[in-house]
């Protein structure tokens, strides 16, 4: 499952310290003229305050000519310079806690072991750079999520937090009942971001705590369509009905500990190593551009 969406596809590759990370982009329409500018905004949103900095130039393969699409597949590669696969040999026969190192390991008779392969957020940069095009497509709607809230800050450790992103501007009718509901597409899309661990819409788990008469939205007094209050976060049904989109995503703290922790050995003995490499003690500050793009590319695959 390395690609995502039906009519706006996007396949990512590379692995965090291989050479490059990327995708392939089908489906983008023909004639739009790139905001490259736009893009490395974007990027330079996702690396901010990274320990491991890379230059993030995006290297465009095929699918444009002078910056405009020309409605053939868009191929981009990201070449990893400051990849250090060295610093992680110690995890080639190690399994850390928490990690994706046991289940890859498990699923597939085999990993990569260099920070994460995969399964590391290394792959995001391919997120952001669709997605920053899945937005410019999508104008005049807007996306915009920030840090809503931070765990405690504490020495030697590592801390989450929680994003909420708002889509303002987005028309009615957008999703589909049952199980093509709008808040359920958003939700796989944006809990397929590395350490996204909760999801929740509009007032979210705190609807469970209200009475009816205080979480139903009542009509304005403007009969246009829109509410008072607007609990169900902008979808009732599974689809949007014009209000703004509110969705909240909570993500756990990076799981390499910058202390000593206790691997499982792939001969099944317990090993206590400090891990090499370089991890982020504080993402949560990284990942809103991650979570717009998500749902950008959500949204241009739901409206039809």
């Known amino acids: 499952m390395n690609t995502y969406g039906s009519r706006f596809r996007v396949t990512t590759y590379g692995e965090s310290h291989g050479l490059a990370v990327g995708a392939i982009i089908d489906g983008c329409p023909a004639g739009l003229q790139i905001d490259m500018e736009a893009i490395r905004h974007d990027l330079s949103r996702r690396s901010y305050g990274a320990p491991r900095q890379e230059e993030d130039a995006v290297e465009w393969l095929s699918g444009i000519v002078d910056g405009v699409t020309l409605g053939t597949p868009l191929a981009f590669a990201v070449r990893n310079h400051n990849a250090k696969p060295g610093d992680y040999?110690?995890?080639?026969?190690?399994?850390?806690?928490?990690?994706?190192?046991?289940?890859?390991?498990?699923?597939?008779?085999?990993?990569?072991?260099?920070?994460?392969?995969?399964?590391?957020?290394?792959?995001?940069?391919?997120?952001?750079v669709a997605g920053s095009i899945a937005k410019q497509i999508l104008k005049p709607i807007e996306i915009n999520a920030c840090v809503l809230r931070t765990g405690p800050e504490l020495s030697n450790d590592t801390t989450g937090g929680v994003v909420e992103c708002s889509i303002e501007h987005?028309?009615?009718?957008?999703?589909?009942?049952?199980?093509?509901?709008?808040?359920?597409?958003?939700?796989?899309?944006?809990?397929?971001?590395?350490?996204?661990?909760?999801?929740?819409?509009?007032?979210?788990?705190?609807?469970?705590?209200?009475?009816?008469?205080?979480?139903?939205?009542?009509?304005?007094?403007?009969?246009?369509?829109?509410?008072?209050?607007?609990?169900?976060?902008?979808?009732?049904?599974?689809?949007?009905?014009?209000?703004?989109v509110v969705f909240r995503v909570a993500f756990h703290p990076v799981v390499t500990l910058p202390q000593p922790i206790d691997c499982l050995s792939d001969t099944h003995n317990i090993e206590t190593i400090v891990v090499n490499g370089r991890h982020d003690n504080r993402h949560i500050y990284r990942t809103p551009v991650i979570v717009e793009a998500m749902a950008a590319l959500c949204l241009i695959n739901a409206i039809s």
């Open 170 to 244: 987005l028309q009615a009718g957008v999703g589909d009942p049952v199980f093509g509901k709008l808040g359920a597409q958003l939700a796989a899309a944006v809990m397929s971001i590395p350490s996204a661990i909760g999801f929740e819409l509009g007032v979210g788990f705190d609807a469970a705590t209200m009475a009816g008469s205080e979480y139903v939205d009542q009509w304005d007094s403007s009969a246009d369509g829109t509410t008072v209050t607007n609990h169900c976060g902008g979808i009732q049904g599974g689809i949007s009905n014009g209000m703004p």
């Open 89 to 128: 040999d110690a995890l080639r026969h190690l399994f850390r806690p928490g990690h994706a190192d046991y289940t890859y390991q498990t699923k597939y008779g085999i990993r990569d072991h260099r920070g994460g392969g995969r399964a590391s957020a290394r792959e995001t940069v391919a997120r952001v």
